[in-house]
């Protein structure tokens, strides 16, 4: 793949890069070559304004397509030629656990991290959507467990992103509903503002069945690029495994 040539620096007068940096092809074979490390690209992202541009344009969506290719392919097919949001939303999206912090938008104290590998899945989707919104596509990853959180018991953290929300019966729906916007809290992925699924009263049962958790201890936000993050208080194995639909 060749990408197009820039070489001047989006950066201030006083960057050391209008001195002369490496060509974006340059930078695409290293990256490539390290099998887009998302470590790697996040501490490219912070050394100008230049290489964070190139970061979010190419590198983020070349980790996106490579390690998620078929979600790629299906979040695209509408015609569109880019994801909601952004590739570095959508690459942090796949890897990272945003967890929560005391006062925030869960009010617990468990610190974000990266994943080594999360499953994401349009059928458990369906799970998280009332019957009005069946046609839309939600893609869901599996619960992230941080167990024996005191008397909160077993949390589970689950992330997701919508395929062109911007059409979405959800979206039509939180508005329909004349749903609040959170007033303080933004998307850890997007920095976009958050609608509350639970203070809209569009949290299905059947999301509960899908995480294997307590059907009414579920919330989850969704923001204005459709990327979803939600807890949940898990229910102990033996109660949930028959429950739990594996795919």
């Known amino acids: 793949m060749i990408v197009t040539k820039q070489y001047r620096c ?9 001195k002369g940096h490496l060509s974006e092809d340059a930078i695409f074979l290293v990256f490539q070559h390290l099998n887009w490390n998302p470590r790697l690209i996040a501490t490219l992202s912070c050394v100008c304004k230049w290489f964070d541009d190139v970061a979010k344009r190419v590198l983020w969506k070349q980790f996106c397509w ?13 015609g569109s030629h880019s994801v909601d949001g952004n590739w570095k939303a959508l690459g942090k999206l796949l890897i990272y656990c945003s967890g929560s912090h005391q006062g925030g ?21 369906k799970s998280f959507l009332l019957s ?14 941080h167990l024996d959180q005191g008397e909160e018991g077993d949390v589970g953290f689950f992330r997701g992103i919508f395929k ?18 959170h007033p303080t809290e933004l998307c850890p992925y997007c920095k976009a503002k958050l609608w509350s699924m639970l203070q809209a009263k569009m949290i299905p049962h059947s999301a509960g069945s899908r995480l294997g958790a307590y059907d009414d201890l579920i919330e989850y936000y969704v923001c204005l690029n459709g990327h979803m993050l939600g807890i949940c208080k898990l229910l102990p194995l033996s109660d949930s495994e028959e429950s739990f639909d594996v795919e």
């Not at 009005?132 to 467990?145: A, G, I, M, N, W």
């Open 10 to 18: 989006i950066h201030s007068s006083s960057c050391l890069c209008t």
């Open 66 to 78: 490579t390690r998620a290719p078929k979600m790629m392919l299906d979040l695209q097919s509408s």
């Open 105 to 125: 938008l869960f009010d617990i104290q468990i610190p974000g991290h990266f994943v080594h590998r999360t499953r994401f899945s349009r059928t458990s989707g």
């Open 132 to 145: 009005q919104c069946k046609t839309d596509v939600l893609y869901v990853s599996d619960p992230c467990e």
């Open 164 to 181: 062109s929300f911007s059409v979405s019966r959800v979206r039509r729906m939180l508005i329909d509903r004349e749903a609040k916007l």
